[in-house]
């Protein structure tokens, strides 16, 4: 008998199969359809030995020093701070835009107090905020939007920018200064070894049993568990009662170069020229030293995988009727970026998963995040058998873990 069933590898369930089993003495069973755990921020080493991210780059930030606390416990950190440009006239600037960026662009040479000046003149004035055309015009004018923001909202969403909500485009600041990170939170860091390196030591424990290739649906009835904690798409949990919900998906194109830098920056934005949105090299994410260097195409697509919900006013409210349903299903707790149709940064998944602990045994996050027990021993009336999975251990080469 398992304490509960978790459905889902990534953050949401790895983080609470980690504190229902180390922190409560809880056996968990964690399945997932994929044959390798850490979700999204999968990592393993390529065929030229290079350590790349598979489903795109996954860069760790966050403001929160008790999710960066927690997740210290399973990795040692190698200080990163992102940045990015974007091709743009034929030119590579810095994005989100700052100083340099107008400085570059218009071949001008304002100072940080004149840029000010330079964005009122360019924004337009819109008495309501509703879109996110609305967000960046409203900011930066219609020039720039066109350059940086809409052609890549296209692509990215495969909508116009005028048909999506705000928090879309909000999420990305504009500077007057010559601060071109991509992100300013107070913790920027990547796993030393890996995410896949630290998922491991997240879910090394003897009262946690991990099978993959797994879909739930084909053992839930013939395994005796509690409760169940899902975190895939909340619509397809109840057989798209009312419809699916929109998400857009990814393909992802990798490459390996016989040299050691391909581009200049971590991220090149292909805001209007290409069908992708993005490159990315990962040498510069990891710090690994090589003499070939790997790169990934991102192309936005609207099959495939689920990634990102789609927030459009209707979509919400398609969410609505499924998140009613779930308020009827008290032995399964629902949580993370499908199952709550929510988008969330790897972080604000983190402390979500630290908050729905803290639900279950009705403690608050901060101390939910601490609590630590002695475990439980592992019931062997179940076999799993367990296999070197591709997938399964550290960029291919960690430890052992469960496939169906």
């Given at each position: 008998?398992?304490?509960y069933?978790?459905v889902?590898?990534g953050?949401?369930g790895?983080?609470?199969a ?5 922190g409560?003495g ?10 390798h ?21 996954h ?5 929160s ?8 416990r ?5 200080q990163?701070?992102?940045?990015v ?7 590579l ?9 107008i400085?570059?662009?218009?071949g ?29 015009v ?6 720039l ?5 809409r052609?890549?909202t296209?692509?990215q969403?495969g909508?116009d920018p ?15 200064t010559r601060?071109?990170?991509y992100?300013?939170?107070?913790y ?5 070894h ?7 030591n ?5 009262n ?5 290739n ?6 839930a ?5 509690k409760?169940?904690i899902?975190?895939g ?6 057989d ?16 390996t170069?016989?040299t050691?830098?391909?581009?200049p920056?971590?991220?090149v934005?292909?805001?209007n020229?290409h069908?992708y ?9 990891t710090?690994q030293?090589h003499?070939?260097?790997?790169i990934?195409y ?5 099959e ?8 459009r ?11 009613v349903l ?14 709550t149709?929510k988008y969330y ?6 402390a979500q ?5 803290g639900?279950?045994?009705?403690v ?5 995040a ?5 475990v439980a ?8 058998p367990?296999?070197n ?5 550290a960029n ?9």
């Amino acid at each position: 008998m398992f304490d509960y069933l978790i459905v889902g590898a990534g953050f949401a369930g790895s983080v609470l199969a980690e504190r229902l089993a180390n922190g409560s003495g809880k056996k968990v069973l964690i399945c997932d359809k994929r044959p390798h755990i850490a979700g999204n921020a999968y990592d393993y080493y390529n065929n030229d030995g290079i350590l790349i991210h598979k489903y795109g780059p996954h860069i760790f930030h966050t403001n929160s020093r008790e999710v960066f606390d927690y997740l210290t416990r399973f990795t040692e950190w190698r200080q990163y701070e992102h940045r990015v440009l974007a091709s743009v006239d034929g030119m590579l600037v810095p994005i989100p835009i700052n100083l340099d960026t107008i400085n570059k662009l218009y071949g001008l040479n304002l100072t940080s107090f004149e840029m000010v000046d330079f964005l009122k003149n360019l924004g337009e004035k819109r008495e309501h905020i509703r879109t996110s055309e609305d967000v960046v015009v409203s900011v930066v004018g219609r020039e720039l939007y066109e350059k940086f923001f809409r052609n890549y909202t296209r692509k990215q969403w495969g909508l116009d920018p005028s048909e999506l909500d705000a928090s879309v485009t909000a999420r990305v600041p504009t500077r007057t200064t010559r601060d071109d990170r991509y992100f300013t939170d107070s913790y920027q860091a990547m796993p030393r070894h890996g995410y896949t390196r630290m998922f491991e030591n997240m879910l090394d424990s003897p009262n946690i049993k991990i099978m993959l290739n797994c879909d739930y649906r084909e053992i839930a009835n013939d395994i005796e568990f509690k409760e169940m904690i899902y975190t895939g798409p909340v619509d397809e949990f109840f057989d798209y009662r009312y419809g699916k919900l929109p998400y857009r998906s990814l393909e992802f194109k990798h490459e390996t170069h016989d040299t050691e830098t391909y581009q200049p920056a971590p991220v090149v934005n292909y805001p209007n020229e290409h069908a992708y949105t993005r490159i990315t090299e990962f040498k510069y994410l990891t710090g690994q030293e090589h003499r070939k260097t790997s790169i990934v195409y991102e192309y936005p697509q609207a099959e495939g995988d689920p990634y990102y919900p789609v927030p459009r006013k209707e979509n919400a409210e398609l969410y609505n009727k499924y998140r009613v349903l779930t308020e009827a299903r008290p032995d399964v707790h629902f949580v993370g970026r499908l199952a709550t149709y929510k988008y969330y940064n790897m972080d604000q998944i983190v402390a979500q998963a630290l908050t729905q602990y803290g639900k279950i045994v009705g403690v608050k996050r901060q101390q939910a995040a601490q609590l630590v027990r002695p475990v439980a021993p592992v019931s062997s009336s179940l076999y799993i058998p367990k296999v070197n999975g591709n997938g399964g251990g550290a960029n291919g080469h960690g430890k052992v873990v469960s496939e169906l």
